[in-house]
């Protein structure tokens, strides 16, 4: 069974920071896009950032460019996603997912809180 385990959440006021991190299995993180989403209580998941595999190429939603960076650390299978100037927005669950050829993997997520 693939797991994605995220960890660095929390309660955090605004203007604040937070680095939350996804760790993977290796064949998963050296082949598959890494994606962040965050899921508002009663409303579809949006993506966030994503990271693929090689280059690195990487994606901001535009709510986010310029606040969030995500990267990854291919010696510890890891990636992260480094939120900084939040906004009480920001609150939400993260998830982390893999994005693979044949199968996609999901993290359980890990909740951020941004009090004002």
Not at 69 to 75: E, N
């Amino acid at each position: 069974q693939v797991k994605l385990v995220e960890s660095g959440g929390g309660s955090v006021q605004a203007g604040g920071s937070l680095k939350l991190a996804c760790a993977a299995p290796k064949f998963v993180f050296s082949n598959c896009e890494m994606r962040w989403y965050r899921q508002y209580p009663g409303k579809d998941r949006e993506m966030v950032s994503s990271i693929d595999s090689a280059r690195p190429f990487r994606i901001h939603a535009e709510s986010v460019k310029g606040r969030f960076t995500v990267s990854r650390d291919t010696s510890t299978n890891t990636m992260f996603l480094e939120m900084n100037t939040l906004k009480t927005e920001d609150t939400a669950l993260y998830i982390c997912a893999a994005i693979c050829t044949i199968s996609s993997y999901w993290g359980q997520g890990i909740q951020v809180t941004v009090s004002s």
